[in-house]
Each structure stands twice: as structure tokens, then as C-alpha cells.
T-cell receptor
Framework: DTEVTQTPKHLVMGMTNKKSLKCEQHMGHRAMYWYKQKAKKPPELMFVYSYEKLSINESVPSRFSPECPNSSLLNLHLHALQPEDSALYLCASSPKVGTAYEQYFGPGTRLTVT | AQSVTQPDIHITVSEGASLELRCNYSYGATPYLFWYVQSPGQGLQLLLKYFSGDTLVQGIKGFEAEFKRSQSSFNLRKPSVHWSDAAEYFC???????????FGAGTILRVKS
């Protein structure tokens, strides 16, 4: 199974809402990632988890809060978002962090902030 | 810091014609290079990767890429394009420190029948 799943597929939320994005993989990977992709732009790295610990935070605003409850699951908690946060949020995983392992991407969650 | 340039924003080719998508990278040491494809509204699928060794790498769906260190390039090729190849293609570089992918701006491929 080489699949990364993400739920929900689409999410519409108001600026005062709290919501969460979920990502799951069952490939035994120990590195997981969140990317943000604006329309007509490449993905931009947000967070990297290695062995369930946050290893990279690319200066992401605190209204985005990642969580890695176990080695298969990655969440992104959203609170008080702005309309400019509307984007496709991609999750990825790889066997480990370090020395170039390929990343497997999920289909993404399309987020719209109203 | 590493960076990737994809000079062509859009490319249109006829079905059955050959394809070459350009990618130039900037990184002082040994780069790890990838090509990903993304269909509209979808995630990214890895086409191929270069870590070391043979500079001509084969990927899925009939794609190949050639690493040329002297030109800092990693161009993607396909001898005969199919309509289903229409998508956006991203070149990406990772460093020896690992797993901090930097993507190029992407090239949108249109296939005309």
C-alpha cells in the first residue's frame, strides 16, 4: 500500500471556526510533511515531522497547529484563519528524514476560508 | 540555498510528438532531483528521481530525464506524448541534509489532438 489519504477533500470554514485536516499513511514511514499550495503556484513546505516529533517549522503562523499523534497519522489544526489561507493543503510521507528519500503525496484538502 | 528554475510556464505539443521539459537547479553540492506530475486539483505523483549513478534515469509512464552537472540541468523527456499526459509538471531539488524539497514554478503541458 503506497497510499497517503487525506480528509476531508474539501473544507469551507469561516474565520472564527476551528477545524482540522487529517492525513494517514500505512507504509511504515517515519517522516510526514504538510505543504501549502496556492493556485498556479508550487507546493511550499510548512512542517516536517520525524519520528512523531516536529523537526521543521517553516515560520508558519500559529493559527496553523500541527500534531502527530502516532507514526501513521498527521493532523493540521486550523483556527482563526484568514481568506488568504485558502489553498490546497498537501500531506506527504517518506521512509525517513535525511539523505533524500522520495516523498509520497496525498490528494490534498481544498480549503476555502470565507 | 537551493533553487529550481523551470523556464517554460506553458508548453503545447501535438499528441504523438516528443516532449522535453526544462529544469535548471542551483545548488553547490550533490543535488537530489525529482520530477513530479500533478493533475488539476490532485496531489503530486513522482515520475522519477536522480540520486547518483547513471545520469539517464527512467521513470513511470514512459518518461526519462537526464542529469547534466555541467549545465545544472535535469530535463524531462518523453518520445511520444499521449493526451493523458496533459498536467502540470514540477521539478524539485533536495539537499544532502534531506527532505526539504524545493519546487520549481511548474510547467503546464497541453496536448492537442
Amino acid at each position: 500500500d503506497t497510499e497517503v489519504t487525506q480528509t476531508p477533500k474539501h473544507l469551507v470554514m469561516g474565520m472564527t471556526n476551528k477545524k482540522s485536516l487529517k492525513c494517514e499513511q500505512h507504509m511504515g514511514h517515519r517522516a510526514m510533511y504538510w505543504y501549502k499550495q496556492k493556485a498556479k503556484k508550487p507546493p511550499e513546505l510548512m512542517f516536517v515531522y520525524s519520528y512523531e516529533k516536529l523537526s521543521i517549522n517553516e515560520s508558519v503562523p500559529s493559527r496553523f497547529s500541527p500534531e502527530c499523534p502516532n507514526s501513521s497519522l498527521l493532523n493540521l489544526h486550523l483556527h482563526a484563519l484568514q481568506p488568504e489561507d485558502s489553498a490546497l493543503y498537501l500531506c506527504a510521507s517518506s521512509p525517513k528524514v535525511g539523505t533524500a528519500y522520495e516523498q509520497y503525496f496525498g490528494p490534498g484538502t481544498r480549503l476555502t476560508v470565507t | 540555498a537551493q533553487s529550481v528554475t523551470q523556464p517554460d510556464i506553458h508548453i503545447t505539443v501535438s499528441e504523438g510528438a516528443s516532449l522535453e521539459l526544462r529544469c535548471n537547479y542551483s545548488y553547490g553540492a550533490t543535488p537530489y532531483l525529482f520530477w513530479y506530475v500533478q493533475s488539476p486539483g490532485q496531489g503530486l505523483q513522482l515520475l522519477l528521481k536522480y540520486f547518483s549513478g547513471d545520469t539517464l534515469v527512467q521513470g513511470i509512464k514512459g518518461f526519462e530525464a537526464e542529469f547534466k552537472r555541467s549545465q545544472s540541468s535535469f530535463n524531462l523527456r518523453k518520445p511520444s506524448v499521449h493526451w493523458s499526459d496533459a498536467a502540470e509538471y514540477f521539478c524539485a531539488v533536495d539537499t544532502e541534509y534531506g527532505n526539504k524539497l524545493v519546487f520549481g514554478a511548474g510547467t503546464i503541458l497541453r496536448v492537442k489532438s
